[in-house]
């Protein structure tokens, strides 16, 4: 039987670290780095006798992304412990919620290969992370500073259907979460990772397939490339006759293959109970419907609303909301000037192109909404021309000065006036009488010329249009 006889299911866990500046439990540091075990405190490092202090930023975080994904935030959740031994793990349990997580239900909304999609979330709960070991030789190091990290535990219903769908999923899950502040969205670093359950089924059965679950999975392609080679693999395995057992497997990205780790644990062996030194977590209704009244709006209804209220074109609309901090700058340069495509075009051409060529990101510019409203005001007024303009935006980028010193300090002003104009026109003339009468003759063509010596003249500031308009009144006679 072939391949596109089977149908691939997929659920998937994310782990995502919480923006707290201390542990879940203690005040030890989350920044990512520093010398092995500069991170800790007495609380990580599992010493016997210390107790467990909540740290309520988490749990605000925790709200914040519940909220932000749909969910039902609980009133009450609970502290659990999950035995097992690692020397990563030093008090022999890691402290999570189990039976009573802190977010229930939710979904997360994405555009798949044929429109757009949800994904319904089964829950999400907090725990804290482990520490990691270090391999050197023969013997291996342990390292606490990552120990008690607070994590987001967010697991989705096995309703996705193919692996480009799943990656779609993990993006538009990552865009919220980096969004709303909860989470710095990086893979490679670990601080959003994911796990992978992958089933196979054939086409229009209704009971699903024996899941595996996939771990090692720190980028998106390999996600993707992940979950392709284990459902050939099921699918392999069900056309021989055979049957997948449920285990958990590892991604080797450098034979591209997965394989064993362990058999899956059940959930009795984890000995899990509630944590007798934590209280439950009890959340009032009006901390949870504080926290919802500072909701931002979210990446997909803003992109929505700059292509539907704004007009803007689709490609716009996701490039200015890429990131939050762009998206929040640009709406404050559009409230200065008001015309959402011409702001947009600044902000798509001249202002990435800077922001690219000086490897700065939106939050470190030197210059105001007010300030680079008053450049488009220049233009429209004609003060600078369409190359001083952006000669004017260059160096508002680099100083921050007020576009109006710049434009004097540079001289980029226009010269509208007609007076100086009229001299210029007058003396060009005069040195050329030749080419007055060939104008005159007919050959309409050579103001081009009087256009070129007039600028010139004026020191190239002229405005020339206005340059054009006097010059044929004069030339005519
Ligand atoms: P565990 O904690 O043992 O990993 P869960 O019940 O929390 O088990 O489920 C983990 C994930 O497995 C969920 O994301 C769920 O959607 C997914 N899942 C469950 N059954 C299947 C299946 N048959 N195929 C694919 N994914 C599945
Ligand atoms: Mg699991």
């Not at 988490?58 to 969910?71: D, F, H, N, T």
């Not at 008690?148 to 999923?169: F, H, K, M, Q, W």
């Not at 497997?249 to 000995?271: C, G, I």
């Amino acid at each position: 039987m072939p391949r596109s006889d089977f149908q691939v299911v997929i659920g998937l866990e994310v782990h995502a670290q919480l923006l707290t500046t201390s542990k879940l439990f203690s005040g030890a540091s989350t920044s990512f780095g520093g010398a092995p075990n500069a991170h800790t405190s007495i609380v990580c490092l599992g010493l016997p006798g210390v107790l467990p202090v909540l740290n309520q930023q988490a749990v605000e975080l925790a709200i914040r992304a519940g909220l932000a994904l749909e969910c039902t935030v609980a009133e009450r959740s609970e502290w659990s412990r999950k035995h097992y031994f690692y020397p990563d793990l030093p008090k022999g349990y890691q402290i999570t919620q189990y039976e009573f997580p802190v977010c229930l239900g939710g979904r997360v909304t994405f555009d798949g290969a044929d429109g757009e999609k949800s994904v319904r979330l089964t829950r999400i709960h907090m725990e804290e992370d482990a520490g990691k070991l270090v391999h050197e030789g023969s013997v291996s190091l342990v390292d606490l500073n990552r120990a008690g990290t607070p994590l987001l535990e967010i697991v989705s219903e096995p309703d996705l259907r193919s692996a480009d769908d799943a990656v779609e999923y993990l993006k538009s899950l990552r865009d919220i979460l980096v969004w709303i502040g909860v989470n710095d969205g990086n893979l490679e670093e670990g601080s959003f990772r994911c796990d992978a359950n992958v089933s196979v089924m054939r086409h229009g059965s209704n009971t699903f397939g024996t899941r595996c679950e996939l771990k090692n999975l720190n980028s998106f392609r390999f996600i993707k490339q992940a979950i392709e080679i284990e459902a050939t693999r099921q699918v392999e395995i069900i056309e021989s006759g055979g049957k997948v057992d449920q285990e958990t497997r590892l991604f080797d990205p450098q034979r591209a293959e997965t394989r064993s780790m362990r058999s899956k644990e059940d959930a009795h062996d984890y000995r899990y109970f509630p944590d007798p030194d934590l209280p439950p977590l009890l959340l009032s209704k009006d901390r949870i419907e504080g926290e919802r009244a500072k909701q931002p709006e979210l990446p997909r209804a803003r992109r929505r609303r700059y292509v539907e209220a704004l007009g803007l074109p689709a490609y716009d609309a996701g490039v200015l909301t890429a990131d939050r901090a762009m998206s929040e700058f640009f709406e404050r340069c559009l409230a200065e000037v008001g015309d959402a495509k011409q702001v947009s075009n600044w902000f798509m051409g001249e202002l990435s192109r800077l922001l690219n060529e000086s490897k700065s990101t939106i939050s470190q510019v030197k210059f105001t909404p007010a300030q680079f409203g008053a450049v488009l005001k220049a233009v429209k007024d004609s003060v600078v021309s369409g190359p001083g303009a952006k000669e004017l935006f260059a160096d508002l980028f680099a100083t921050g000065k007020e576009p109006s010193v710049i434009i004097q300090e540079k001289g980029l002003a226009q010269v509208n006036d007609d007076g100086p104009l009229l001299e210029a026109i007058a003396a060009a003339m005069a040195e050329s009488p030749k080419n007055v009468e060939s104008y005159r003759g007919g050959n309409t063509k050579i103001v081009g010329y009087f256009v070129g010596q007039v600028m010139k003249k004026v020191g190239g500031k002229g405005n020339p249009k206005r340059i054009n308009e006097l010059l044929v009144e004069k030339l005519k006679g």
